[in-house]
């Protein structure tokens, strides 16, 4: 791995970035109605009002040139104001990301070192009860709605029983390690099983297709055990289609789960996604559109790299 690979990968970004914003501004821009709707229908805010809201926030140009001042702006760092809460953009965003960071990142890690054991049990101990069991709870995992699965978990836990709290990410008064360990209990188990359930099955067929590769049979023929052969001649090989997926999955660390934050009030970029769509909040809503194609582009970037850790043979020149 050279490092004028990285830097051409860093250069090949920025040109990448701007045609993503100059499609995502237009796709925002292209729906009806505006940022302004919500107080247009406000009796006590005048016409007269609504023309000088228009022209604080640029609204009443071209979108072309919004589009070049909005660009312009972002990348120097400047990412304007709310038009919702009238806060800079770039706090609102930053104020959020330890919310999520936290709750994104607990579950993939999760996800992380459970998927992994459960692919290759379900690998080495194929067609049996076993490998069954993993596969049918993968196909719930995949095909249950997300929303549906937290509803139903929320009922359970938080109202019927009581156990966990139904939503938020601490009691007001409390704070400690503790409650928002239980707070993040349910969130974290339902991002994290729909994450085990699909790279699970990557896992699975990888190492299913590695475990029948030639030198696997060679190492079996020539005694070596079947721990060592499976953690030291295929898990590594198997690794490399699963860290696409997982890579890439990884960019919703920083872009936020939108419909768990939703049901589980949970504040962090997610919720604030929504909110923004809401209220038609276009500096927020680019701001966070731009901040998960960046962390997509990145964790591509990252997974390339991961191959060659892997692998030796896979090299960049």
């Known amino acids: 791995m050279s490092l004028s690979y990285i830097f051409k990968r860093l250069l090949g970004m920025i040109p990448l970035l701007l045609g993503v914003s100059l499609i995502l501004f237009g796709v925002l821009h292209l729906a009806p109605g505006g940022p302004l709707d919500v107080y247009a ?12 809201m228009k022209r604080a926030f640029g609204l009443d140009q071209p979108l072309p040139v919004q589009y070049f001042r909005w660009v312009t702006a972002f990348f120097q760092g400047e990412w304007g104001f709310s038009i919702r809460t009238a806060q800079p953009v770039m706090e609102e965003v930053l104020s959020r990301v330890p919310a999520t960071l936290m709750l994104s990142g607990s579950a993939f890690f999760l996800a992380l070192i459970v998927a992994l054991p459960l692919g290759i049990l379900s690998a080495t101990r194929r067609y049996t009860g076993v490998d069954y069991f ?12 997300v929303f549906w699965l937290a509803l139903m978990l929320q009922l359970l836990f938080a109202v019927q029983w009581r156990l966990l709290p139904s939503a938020g990410m601490q009691t007001i008064g409390d704070g400690s390690l503790l409650d928002i360990l239980r707070h993040l209990a349910l969130p974290v188990f339902i991002l994290a099983f729909a994450s085990v359930a699909g790279w699970s099955r990557y896992m699975r067929s990888s190492m299913v297709e590695i475990l029948n590769q030639d030198y696997i049979r060679t190492a079996r023929a020539k005694g070596v055990s079947a721990r060592r052969v499976t953690y030291s001649h295929a898990f590594r090989n198997a690794l490399i289609p699963v860290v696409t997926v997982v890579a890439l999955d990884s960019a919703a660390i920083l872009s936020g789960a939108v419909i768990t934050e939703t049901i589980f009030a949970w504040p962090g970029l997610g919720r604030l996604f929504i909110d923004s769509m809401n209220g038609r909040d276009y500096p927020v809503l680019m701001a966070l559109l731009m901040v998960g194609s960046f962390a997509l582009v990145v964790s591509n970037l990252v997974a390339d790299l991961a191959y060659s850790l892997i692998d030796p043979r896979i090299r960049y020149d």
Do not use: H, R
Not at 41 to 52: I, K
């Open 41 to 52: 229908d406000n009796p006590s805010v005048t016409q007269e009002a609504l023309e000088q």
């Open 134 to 145: 993993i596969t049918l709870m993968s196909f719930l995992g995949i095909s249950m709605p």
